[in-house]
């Protein structure tokens, strides 16, 4: 079958090529069609924001598409930056950027209250229209200095439950298997594997 992958993040297509590396699906991104759509993310939550990039993706391509909405949920900034993640510190923000404002807001924030976890919602929209949903989390903190060059976005700063490195200090392989858009991505290839989405 196949997919096309409603980003334009070259990190999020390779994390989701490699996890469905050994399926019968051919991966399409906006770089095969012209004029691809942009669509404003301005939902009040992952999953609104991830059905309405993948929405107007099938719309556009006539294909099942995919797109994921994804961000950090820091639990002393109230959930903050939550759907905002991306551009935390304005529109068009670096990863580095981003780091940094959140660094500032944490600075005197204790350890023992830097807990917070990633969300990723999946949203799979199918040539006739219909949309599925799949969700994955992973728990940690984040700590006080970058620390690895691997990943993207926050994963520098965030160490996971139960682990010593960063995502960013770990291989694509580590990473995949505990992340959140690993957990969301492995439900998604159940759910391709039964063959319901053709």
Known sequence: ???????????????????????????????????????????????????????????????????????????????????????????GATDSENVKKLLDKMKDIDDKDRKARFVCCIALTTHDFKTYFFEGTVNGSIIREPRGVNGFGYDPVFVPEGKLKTFAEMSDLEKDAISHRGSALFKLREFLKAGIVK
Request: aromatic share 8%.
């Open 1 to 91: 079958m196949e997919l096309v992958i409603a980003t334009k993040n070259k990190k999020k297509i390779e994390e989701i090529r490699r996890i469905t590396s050994d399926m019968n699906i051919k991966i399409l991104t906006p770089d095969d069609f012209p004029e691809f759509p942009d669509v404003i993310e301005d939902g009040l939550s992952f999953s609104e924001n991830a059905a309405k990039k993948s929405l107007a993706a099938a719309k556009y391509t006539g294909k099942a598409s995919l797109s994921d909405d994804s961000g950090l949920e820091v639990y002393a900034l109230g959930g903050k930056p939550g759907v905002f993640s991306a551009r935390f510190a304005g529109e």
